[in-house]
């Protein structure tokens, strides 16, 4: 039994579930609502203190964004959390129409991004920012740790509509920041090699970056956790000082970071070499992140030569 | 009161003729198969829609092809005016024939069925948790029955059990290919609703005496309550009812005309 109790603590000091909880605390009209799987989303501990404001709707995503979207007709602030291809996916009409087209201020926040488990097509959210970015009104956010997720919930509430966001569980190292906010963040800084990234990707980044810098390259570095609205001229001004950016993602090519960037330097006549790293247009295999990334060529050893090659793969 | 609601029954029917006229064409047949039910609701005693206090009562409209219905109600009470909700389904029109939420009456986007009963739902839950009055109304169609997000949400009412939820089912058997009952059968309904544990009442949809005291009904009880309304598509106008296909009728000036002939010597009578 003890492992149970310790694995319950673990679950607990999350840091999703620890900012949720704060903002429980700091806000009244926060109501958080559940399509089950509470306990994997780490949202238990905001449940425990504020029981009146926790609607556990049980496994029906469509439902449940429709109640997201009465409470948040009677002036409230919902926030539904559960895996983010059961949310973008199951429920995409609901999202689009109960909450896209007021716009009705609602945050979904997806767990589960991309290849963070091990359940192929699944469970993997691989094109839910995708799906996201696609609906008029909606604020789409790929945090790479828990400041990113700190700002995210900020910026969720002044939205005047949706936001989806993606979560994780476990706790992330911060990325370590030079300058920015949630538009555009600087990392490194850097003249013969460059990075664009979100989420996750952008830890993934860092560490082909450490890889480089100790190999004596100087690496650029640009986090992305807003995929919109997308800060396209920050983006557009960082590539123009590059020959080539790899754009590491934790999603597929189509419709995540790479394919926006692409768009607005397309739309500014930027004409930089632009290399996707992320989940190619197939379902991801099976297995530990290490294990999907090593197969994909988004380790670290992978992305740091993809970053200095000549040319493309 | 009963005598008054059958009049204004009558003239919603009219207004719904008149403004579907603008353009000739429309979802006339649902209007007036629930200008009985829209009557009761909206011209009785006791409930206010309009303003933004937050006790006020809301109606939500499910199914959003029903518009011309509320349409007719907004043109009775003066909360739209008559020209311009006869420019219904023209081009550039705010007056849509399946409008988007934020339109004067409109509190959800319901052309993309079923997405009422939930969002009618959250908005009973959120009046709960503030500690607001006021009575949420759901209007749903019965072709809705076929999707899965309003079981969905009939467990999860019934589970929360809102006792300021009353849901009112426009059975009138009809959908797009067909009558219900040869696309997908539904029946029989009213078990299916007890079974999920809503209080269910099941009434001529249009008896006023029985809608009124329906509501009435609905409105005492302690948990959610669903009125399944027995109607007729086209209700209160022979050609339109007898119509081939009479969910959306598309007709010559003069169709409109006679329909609106008889209506209006029916109210003025």
């Known amino acids: 039994m003890k492992a149970t109790m310790d694995t319950q603590a673990d679950l ?30 780490d949202i238990l501990d ?25 409470l948040a007709k009677t002036g409230h602030l919902p926030v539904v959390v559960t895996y983010g291809v059961f949310l973008t996916r199951r429920a995409y009409d609901q999202v689009a129409m109960a909450l896209a087209t007021g716009p009705t201020r609602v945050l979904l926040v997806g767990f589960m991004p991309g290849i963070t488990t091990p359940f192929r097509a699944t469970h993997q959210a691989i094109d839910d920012v995708a799906l996201m970015r696609a609906l008029p009104h909606m604020q789409v956010i790929d945090p790479a740790d828990a400041v990113d997720m700190a700002a995210g919930l900020e910026a969720a509430a002044e939205h005047e509509g949706p ?29 013969e090699a460059a990075f664009v990234s979100t989420g996750l990707g952008s830890q993934w980044a860092a560490a082909a970056r450490a890889e ?9 570095h640009l986090h992305v956790p807003r995929l919109k609205p997308l800060a396209a001229d920050a983006l557009a001004e960082f590539c123009a000082g590059h020959d080539h950016v790899v754009c590491v993602e934790n ?28 989940i190619p247009d197939s379902w991801p295999p099976s297995g530990g992140q290490d294990h999907i990334r090593e197969v994909l060529g988004l380790d670290a050893t992978a992305l740091a030569r993809l970053a200095t090659a000549k040319e493309d793969r | 009161m009963t005598e008054a609601l059958e009049d204004r029954a009558r003239a919603l029917r009219a207004q719904a003729v008149w403004i579907a006229a603008g353009r000739g064409q429309g979802y006339i047949g649902q209007a007036l198969g629930t200008a009985d039910l829209m009557a009761c609701l909206f011209f009785d005693e006791g409930r206010r829609f309009d303003g933004d206090d937050p006790d006020r009562d809301r109606f939500v409209l499910s199914p959003g092809h029903y518009a011309l219905s509320l349409y007719a109600v907004l043109a009775e009470q003066g909360r739209l005016p008559i020209e311009l909700l006869r420019t219904y389904g023209m081009d550039g029109s705010d007056i ?3 409008p988007l939420e934020g339109l004067t009456g409109f509190e959800i986007t319901g052309g993309s069925l079923a997405q009422g009963l939930s969002q009618a739902l959250g908005i009973a839950l959120g009046k709960e948790l503030r500690g607001d009055g006021g009575t949420v109304f759901c209007l749903i169609s019965d072709g809705e029955l076929q999707e899965g997000q309003t079981w969905e949400a009939v467990l999860a009412a019934a589970s929360r059990a809102p006792s300021n939820l009353v849901v009112l089912l426009d059975r009138n058997g009809r959908q797009v ?3 219900t009952e040869d696309i997908n059968p539904l029946e029989p309904v009213a078990d299916k609703l007890v079974a999920f544990g809503l209080a269910t009442r099941v009434l001529d949809g249009h008896d006023v005496a029985a809608i009124q005291e329906g ?55």
Request: net charge negative; aromatic share 6%.
């Open chain 2, 177 to 179: 290919d067909g009558p």
């Open chain 1, 251 to 278: 999603h597929t090519r189509a419709g995540g970071l790479f394919e926006a960037i692409a768009a607005a330097l397309a739309e500014r006549g930027v004409g930089v070499r632009l290399t996707h790293a992320g």
């Open chain 1, 212 to 220: 480089l810098e100790r190999s004596g390259v100087s690496v650029a």
């Open chain 2, 215 to 269: 509501l009435e009904w609905a409105e005492a009880q302690d948990g959610p309550a669903i009125l399944v309304c027995e109607t007729e598509l086209g209700h209160g106008v022979d050609a339109i009812r007898d119509a081939a296909y009479p969910h959306y009728v598309r007709a010559d000036p003069e169709f409109w005309e006679d329909a609106t002939r008889r209506l209006d010597s029916e109210v003025s009578a």
């Open chain 1, 12 to 41: 607990r000091r999350a840091p999703f579930g620890a900012l949720l909880t704060e903002l429980g605390e700091r806000r009244d009209d926060v109501v958080v609502l559940a399509a089950d799987l509470a306990r994997y989303v």
């Open chain 2, 96 to 98: 849509e024939e399946s």
């Open chain 1, 46 to 70: 905001y449940a425990d203190r504020h029981p009146d404001r926790f609607l556990q709707m049980g496994m029906s995503e469509q439902n449940t964004v429709g109640v997201a979207s009465g």
């Open chain 1, 163 to 191: 936001t989806y966001m993606r979560a994780f569980r476990g706790v992330q190292e911060p990325l370590e920041r030079i300058e920015g906010d949630l538009d555009a963040t600087l990392l490194a800084e850097g003249s």
